[in-house]
């Protein structure tokens, strides 16, 4: 049944878990556009037709329960369909137990759909230090804790070399981790922008919890992520950048350094950078 869309739009919202409800018949004056309810998780979106350029577009409502029937009126912009918000709502007042579970219940894009847990974060809740990395792999969707594996081993080895660990620690010594994504992309490719955007609240919140002195960015994709720039870490290597008003210290991901060992290097620059800003810090 159609109320307007192409079979190219229908199948983006059903790409995106998007359950669309088609009323038997919607009474729409002339000039109108075509309207649907689309219902997710507890989460109500209006979809009104499409823009000047002919992408559809939504409304995002938020709500605290299921919807069924009709949707309340829309609180938010327009803003394009393939962004519907279906994370949890308030997630910047969150507490670490209200956080956790909004993450481990999270179905706001597609990687909910073969995860086999999500990854939230590990370390002090307010450590000095702040890790944040790309995306869960293999072995970090089994296990539930990022960095992991080979990749961990060096992680872990580049911590005590200046002093820090991810176990149990007071809080000057010991990490607090995390992944810009929650869940792990499918053979682990990149992250795609949607999914970024997506779990960005949840990272933003674990910042604002943790309260670091200093973040340090692995990676590219944390990087960009984080920084809100194209630029590659090799241009913004060696310098301190912003977040929330927390320095950032930019170096490799620990993956990319088993396979290109002679950039580790670099990344002990990195760290001697990061453990200045920490002494300018007190």
Known sequence: MSVGYTERQQAMLQEMGIRVWVPPRVEVAEAAVPVVDVVVEGVGARVRGHDERGDVVARVVE???????TVP???SEL???SVVALRSTGVA?????ALRAAVSSCRACTLCERRKQTVFGVGHPQAQWMLIGEAPGEQEDLQGEPFVGKAGQLLDNMLRAVGLTRSEAPAHEQVYIANVLKCRPPQNRNPEPQEVAQC???LLRQIALVQPKLILAMGRFAVQSLLKTAEPIGRLRGRVHEVQGVPVVVTYHPAYLLRNPLDKARSWEDLCLAR???ARAG
């Open 93 to 97: 007042a969150m507490d670490w137990d």
């Open 73 to 75: 009126e829309p609180v």
């Open 200 to 202: 960005e609240p949840y």
């Open 276 to 278: 200045e800003v920490m």
């Open 63 to 69: 709500v605290s329960a299921p919807v069924s029937g």
């Open 79 to 81: 803003v394009p369909a």
